[in-house]
């Protein structure tokens, strides 16, 4: 009987020594699962906008821009850059492509 009593008593004070531990790790996938979230939302705002510009660009121009950068200064203030910190892609035909595969003309 006094096994079983040192026993539980040994259960009992990890379970406190870990919860912090373990409440502080899944806080921090929650936020880490927030974060990616906003992250999807953020480009998928930046390709849809960057189509738009390449758009208005297109009735300026004539013709569709061959990358983002060249929309910098005429329609763009600046060249947004997807979650991973690259250019979004094009093939010259005003839809644009983020590299995770999220597509303008998706939305």
């Known amino acids: 009987m006094n096994k079983s009593i040192v026993f539980g008593a040994l259960i009992i004070g990890v379970s406190v020594v870990a919860s912090p531990f ?14 990616e979230k906003m992250a999807i939302q953020k480009e ?19 013709r569709c821009p061959q990358s983002a ?26 839809i644009f492509k983020s590299f995770k595969g999220i597509s303008s003309s998706d939305y």
């Open 22 to 35: 373990i409440f502080d790790y899944i806080k921090q996938a929650e936020r880490k699962e927030k974060f």
């Open 69 to 94: 950068s060249e929309l910098v200064g005429v329609t763009i203030k600046r060249e947004p850059k997807d979650r991973l910190g690259l250019a979004y892609k094009t093939n010259g035909d005003c």
């Open 44 to 62: 998928i705002s930046d390709v849809i906008a960057v189509a738009n510009a390449a758009n208005i660009y297109k009735e300026r121009t004539d």
